[in-house]
């Protein structure tokens, strides 16, 4: 089976339930920065697996996620029902990991200019990416319904990134 199709020549694209929509709706805006964010992810994994990792493989697993939420947004006009669901466990679970990395740093006191080792350098700039997907999805949930988790766990993770690039900065300075 070949990769194109050429259904997509004329800036058109399917959604899940087979439903076509210009490549610039929101829908598709919102998916293409989650895949982006997921993309960078996979660089951050390379980045740190060798030295941390315990770390590159919670980021693989939320590579996964990601994959959950593309879906998500990717149903938001259809009525499917065979369309995964992203649990509020996952929620808890990025939770727990700041959690723990705080513990391990001193309290935040001022503004942080983002940047430091390479890993730290990263992880900011995927939580800068986060955050884009995160307005994205926003954007997307005023003009259909976004399940709450979503926005929950993009939050979150943009949160766990900016705690990973300090955490990152503190084990290789300490």
Request: overall charge positive; charged content about 30%; aromatic content about 8%.
């Amino acid at each position: 089976m070949k990769i194109y199709t050429k259904t997509g020549d004329k800036g058109e694209t399917a959604l899940l339930g087979a439903k076509r929509v210009k490549k610039c709706c929101l829908e598709m805006e919102a998916i293409g920065e989650v895949d982006e964010l997921n993309s960078l992810l996979g660089m951050l994994i390379e980045e740190v697996a060798e030295n941390f990792p315990q770390e590159a493989k919670k980021l693989l697993a939320i590579q996964w996620q990601l994959f959950v939420v593309g879906s998500r947004l990717a149903a938001a006009q259809a009525k499917l029902k065979n369309v995964p669901t992203l649990k509020k466990s996952e929620v808890i679970k990025l939770e727990k990991w700041i959690d723990a990395m705080e513990k391990d740093l001193p309290a935040l006191k001022n503004f942080i200019i983002p940047g430091g080792c390479e890993e730290a350098a990263l992880s900011f700039y995927v939580r800068a990416v986060c955050r884009r997907a995160e307005r994205q999805m926003i954007g997307l949930s005023k003009k259909y319904p976004v399940d709450p988790v979503i926005k929950q766990y993009l939050n979150r993770l943009s949160d766990l990134l900016f705690v990973l690039g300090r955490w990152f900065n503190k084990k290789t300075n300490p």
